[in-house]
T-cell receptor, first 115, second 115 residues
C-alpha cells in the first residue's frame, strides 16, 4: 500500500505567490515523523521542514510551513512568497516510530516558479 | 563542516559486471542510509546502518546487493552481476542517532548506468 501520496505531479506558480504542495500519508503507528525535502536539478536532497506526530503546533521554517491535519493524515507544505530559486522537485517523506529509521518517500511534485 | 560525500559521481558499467559505490558520512553521524532513486521517482530505501551493523536491510532488492560499514564510518554498496534495471542514482544519507527527530543529510548521489 502506498504510504505517502503526492497527487500533484507538477505545479506552476507566479513568483511571489504562495503555493501549497499536497501530501497524504498512511500509517497505523501512533509515533511518526513527516519530512519535506527539496531536490533541485543539481540532484542533492535538501531538508526543509519536519513535523512530529505528537507536535501540537504546525512546524514553520522561514518561508516554509507545514499544514498538519492529523485526522485527515495530511501534511501539506506551504511556501510563502515564492522565488525563482524555489523551482525544484519536492518530496514528502515519513518515518514510522519504533526502531525503524528509514524514510518512505512520495513520488514528488515538480514546482516551477514563473517570473 | 563537510557534508556527506559519495564517489564516484558517475559510474558506467556493462551488464554482468561488479560495482562498488562509496559513501563518506558526516563526521560523528552514527546512522547511515542507502537509497535508490530511479528517474522520475522518489528515493527508495535500501539499507540502514547503526554503527557497523546493518539495522535494517529490508529494502535490498535481491542478493546481488550487499553493503558494508566495517569501521562505523565509510560505507560501500556492492552490486554483483549488474543488470540494466540497476541503473539509477544511488543516494547515501547520514544522521546523528536515533530518536523521533532525526534529520537525514543526503550526499550528491552516484549515477549508475548499466549498459
Amino acid at each position: 500500500a502506498q504510504k505517502i501520496t503526492q497527487t500533484q505531479p507538477g505545479m506552476f506558480v507566479q513568483e511571489k505567490e504562495a503555493v501549497t504542495l499536497d501530501c497524504t500519508y498512511d500509517t497505523s503507528d501512533p509515533s511518526y515523523g513527516l519530512f519535506w525535502y527539496k531536490q533541485p536539478s543539481s540532484g542533492e536532497m535538501i531538508f526543509l521542514i519536519y513535523q512530529g506526530s505528537y507536535d501540537q503546533q504546525n512546524a514553520t521554517e522561514g518561508r516554509y510551513s507545514l499544514n498538519f491535519q492529523k485526522a485527515r493524515k495530511s501534511a501539506n507544505l506551504v511556501i510563502s512568497a515564492s522565488q525563482l530559486g524555489d523551482s525544484a522537485m519536492y518530496f514528502c517523506a515519513m518515518r514510522e516510530g519504533g526502531g525503524a529509521q528509514k524514510l518512505v518517500f512520495g513520488q514528488g511534485t515538480r514546482l516551477t516558479i514563473n517570473p | 563542516g563537510a557534508g556527506v560525500s559519495q564517489t564516484p559521481s558517475n559510474k558506467v558499467t556493462e551488464k554482468g559486471k561488479y560495482v562498488e559505490l562509496r559513501c563518506d558520512p558526516i563526521s560523528g553521524h552514527t546512522a547511515l542510509y542507502w537509497y535508490r532513486q530511479s528517474l522520475g521517482q522518489g528515493p527508495e530505501f535500501l539499507i540502514y546502518f547503526q554503527g557497523t551493523g546493518a539495522a535494517d536491510d529490508s529494502g535490498l532488492p535481491n542478493d546481488r546487493f550487499f553493503a558494508v560499514r566495517p569501521e562505523g564510518s565509510v560505507s560501500t554498496l556492492k552490486i554483483q552481476r549488474t543488470e540494466r534495471g540497476d541503473s539509477a542514482v544511488y543516494l547515501c544519507a547520514s544522521s546523528k542517532d536515533r530518536g523521533p527527530y532525526n534529520e537525514q543529510f543526503f550526499g550528491p548521489g552516484t549515477r549508475l548506468t548499466v549498459l
